[in-house]
């Protein structure tokens, strides 16, 4: 008589991580869509939202600023806990990719696919080197001094009257269709935070990581820490400058707003939320702050006390943020196997 099988119960990412978080054996679909999952309902989810919300053009345009909020919070979020440099700079970021911007089309007559690639690429070339003089400091003192860019260069456009003064650039040109504006910006949004999770995964990002952890250690072996971060402060640059670059072209205006000390504060907001570290985690934080935002718009400055309520809960409740609880809980689900 055939003895029944034996069965018992085990997590389903056991035995996909082969040696590595990199290198996976995997011996069923069961398990590959495991892996991939969340992954594509995160790439699908946003390729979508454009179909979706195409009957509603405004809550289809609050989508993109939720794309544009995310990519300065993942900037945020890759230089404060990749890096160690906490910066409150974002809105300098944004804001220099979008004066770039504007000034490459109205100036220059370059089409708005030119100006953002020049913009993304030159701005962040010019808050790196604006900001690298500060690269020697640390903690809240680098996150000061950074939160004095956008701020300055409020002050000095208004007080010099330079680049459109307060008043700004107009008649920008904007893109030849919603669909070309839609998946320009959602791919540049999912290009910037696979491309990073991809470079962190590589020894630029093992070098990046032990710059933050211990950065002696990192000189003592020869390599420049003043380089790495540099490095760092580039990329991140990238990302801010994309987003205040494709920003100008949506609304085909940009002014003094640009260097609004929201765009730096929010960023960290999101990050909390979504969850640090991650580099996803932003996105999602942004999911929920720009929608909370519009939903809020007729209360007036009674926002900030829903902000400041959200921003507390989810520090004392849920300190780790979104993404982190769910993955430590999508790790936990279990399948019967046979002993």
């Given at each position: 008589?055939?003895?029944?099988?034996?069965?018992?119960?085990?997590?389903?990412?056991?035995?996909?991580?082969?040696?590595?978080?990199?290198?996976?054996?995997?011996?069923?679909?069961?398990?590959?869509?495991?892996?991939?999952?969340?992954?594509?309902?995160?790439?699908?989810?946003?390729?979508?939202?454009?179909?979706?919300l195409?009957?509603?053009p405004y809550?289809?345009?609050?989508?993109?600023?939720?794309?544009?909020?995310?990519?300065?919070?993942?900037?945020?979020?890759?230089?404060?806990?990749?890096?160690?440099?906490?910066?409150?700079?974002?809105?300098?970021?944004?804001?220099?990719?979008?004066?770039?911007?504007?000034?490459?089309?109205?100036?220059?007559?370059?089409?708005?696919?030119l100006a953002i690639?020049l913009?993304?690429?030159?701005?962040?070339?010019i808050?790196?080197?604006l900001i690298?003089?500060?690269?020697?400091?640390r903690?809240?003192?680098?996150?000061?001094?950074?939160?004095?860019?956008p701020?300055?260069?409020?002050?000095?456009?208004?007080?010099a009257?330079?680049?459109?003064g307060t008043?700004?650039?107009?008649?920008?040109?904007g893109?030849?269709s919603?669909?070309?504006?839609?998946?320009g910006?959602?791919?540049?949004?999912?290009?910037?935070?696979?491309?990073?999770?991809?470079?962190?995964?590589?020894?630029?990002?093992?070098?990046?990581?032990?710059?933050?952890?211990?950065?002696?250690?990192?000189?003592a072996?020869?390599?420049?820490?003043?380089?790495v971060?540099?490095?760092?402060l580039?990329?991140?640059?990238?990302?801010?400058?994309?987003a205040?670059?494709?920003?100008?072209?949506?609304?085909?205006?940009?002014?003094i707003?640009?260097?609004?000390?929201?765009l730096?504060?929010?960023?960290?907001?999101?990050?909390?939320?979504g969850?640090?570290?991650?580099?996803?985690?932003?996105?999602?934080?942004?999911?929920?702050?720009?929608?909370?935002?519009?939903?809020?718009?007729?209360?007036?400055?009674?926002?900030?006390?829903?902000?400041?309520?959200?921003?507390?809960?989810f520090?004392?409740?849920?300190?780790?943020?979104?993404?982190?609880?769910?993955?430590?809980?999508?790790?936990?689900?279990?399948?019967?196997?046979?002993?």
């Amino acid at each position: 008589m055939n003895a029944q099988p034996q069965r018992r119960k085990e997590r389903i990412d056991r035995g996909i991580k082969a040696r590595a978080e990199t290198i996976y054996a995997l011996s069923s679909l069961e398990e590959l869509a495991y892996l991939l999952g969340p992954r594509l309902l995160f790439i699908v989810g946003f390729l979508a939202l454009p179909l979706i919300l195409a009957p509603w053009p405004y809550w289809h345009r609050v989508a993109l600023s939720v794309c544009v909020l995310g990519l300065v919070s993942v900037s945020f979020d890759f230089l404060a806990n990749q890096v160690g440099l906490v910066s409150l700079g974002g809105a300098f970021f944004f804001g220099v990719g979008g004066y770039t911007a504007a000034l490459l089309n109205t100036a220059w007559g370059l089409p708005p696919v030119l100006a953002i690639g020049l913009a993304t690429v030159v701005g962040a070339g010019i808050c790196a080197v604006l900001i690298a003089p500060c690269l020697p400091l640390r903690g809240i003192y680098f996150a000061i001094v950074t939160l004095m860019y956008p701020l300055l260069m409020t002050r000095i456009i208004e007080a010099a009257d330079i680049l459109g003064g307060t008043e700004g650039f107009r008649g920008i040109t904007g893109f030849s269709s919603v669909w070309t504006e839609a998946y320009g910006l959602i791919l540049g949004l999912l290009v910037g935070v696979f491309g990073l999770r991809r470079y962190l995964a590589e020894d630029a990002g093992l070098v990046i990581r032990a710059v933050k952890e211990n950065d002696q250690s990192v000189r003592a072996s020869g390599i420049s820490v003043a380089g790495v971060r540099f490095k760092a402060l580039y990329l991140a640059g990238l990302l801010g400058c994309f987003a205040g670059a494709y920003y100008v072209h949506m609304y085909r205006s940009v002014g003094i707003s640009a260097f609004a000390l929201d765009l730096s504060i929010l960023p960290i907001a999101a990050t909390v939320i979504g969850g640090g570290g991650t580099l996803v985690g932003p996105v999602i934080g942004s999911l929920i702050l720009v929608p909370l935002s519009e939903v809020l718009r007729d209360f007036g400055s009674l926002r900030i006390v829903v902000y400041s309520l959200v921003l507390a809960g989810f520090v004392v409740f849920r300190s780790e943020g979104i993404l982190v609880f769910a993955t430590r809980k999508y790790q936990q689900f279990e399948r019967w196997v046979e002993v």
